[in-house]
């Protein structure tokens, strides 16, 4: 790969690597909407980074990534997740906050402001909304999560991951407790409705399913 990695090229790897594209094809469409961009723009971006052999790409199936677009994907979201847990952990800034201050932060940090960074924080395994960090080395551990609006009745969970892109949702989970770590009992659920009646860490409450789409859990036995 003799061509720069900018940060438009780590902005496609790492919106590849998010709809899972270091295990599976993810089509175009996919990537287009995830970056909020055209259809054509997108095209044009894959087939370039098939030139310097960070993905597969098929024009009608869609992009996966090469061992090297993976390694590259990984290195900026590392940066990422360790911006966002400095920014809460050091300088306090709200978890709803720091998403666009890391995505504007991710692509200027050196690898020694990176290094600096994990060692102050004690190598973190996951950044302020439950997601794994990769260590320096590219690698992440895997785990199945569900989003909680896959839940029932008599299922007990715990949250591991919320998704950082929308500041409101993620103020509002704040303050109900739908936090990484909280532990949620799935008391019933109204299909009428889509209302769901659930415990978080032993307190009431009642919500809709739009309102658990973007947290991520795994059950647990009680």
């Known amino acids: 790969m003799s061509e720069e990695v900018t940060p438009a090229v780590q902005d496609y790897l790492k919106a590849i690597h998010a709809l899972g594209g270091a295990d599976a094809v993810v089509s175009s469409l996919d990537i287009a909407s995830r970056l909020q961009v055209r259809a054509p723009s997108v095209s044009g971006m894959l087939k370039r980074l098939a030139e310097q052999e960070l993905i597969h790409y098929e024009i009608r199936r869609g992009a996966q990534l090469t061992d090297l677009?993976?390694?590259?994907?990984?290195?900026?979201?590392?940066?990422?997740?360790?911006?966002?847990?400095?920014?809460?952990?050091?300088?306090g800034l709200d978890w709803s906050e720091v998403d666009q201050e890391a995505e504007l932060l991710e692509h200027a940090i050196s690898p020694r402001l990176e290094q600096a960074i994990?060692?102050?924080?004690?190598?973190?395994?996951?950044?302020?909304?439950?997601?794994?960090?990769?260590?320096?080395?590219?690698?992440?551990?895997?785990?199945?999560?569900?989003?909680?609006?896959?839940?029932?009745?008599?299922?007990?969970?715990?949250?591991?991951?919320?998704?950082?892109?929308?500041?409101?949702?993620?103020?509002?989970?704040?303050?109900?407790?739908?936090t990484p770590g909280a532990v949620v009992r799935f008391v019933g659920y109204q299909e009428l409705d889509d209302l769901f009646s659930i415990e978080v860490n032993g307190q009431p409450l009642h919500v809709g399913s739009e309102g658990l789409v973007g947290l991520r859990g795994e059950r647990i036995e009680e």
């Open 69 to 91: 677009g993976i390694a590259q994907a990984r290195r900026v979201i590392r940066r990422h997740r360790l911006v966002e847990l400095f920014l809460t952990k050091v300088l």
């Open 118 to 178: 994990a060692k102050h924080l004690g190598e973190p395994l996951e950044d302020p909304h439950g997601h794994l960090i990769p260590n320096e080395h590219g690698e992440m551990r895997r785990r199945d999560l569900l989003t909680l609006n896959h839940f029932r009745a008599g299922q007990t969970v715990v949250i591991r991951e919320a998704q950082d892109d929308n500041p409101e949702r993620l103020k509002r989970w704040s303050t109900l407790g739908l």
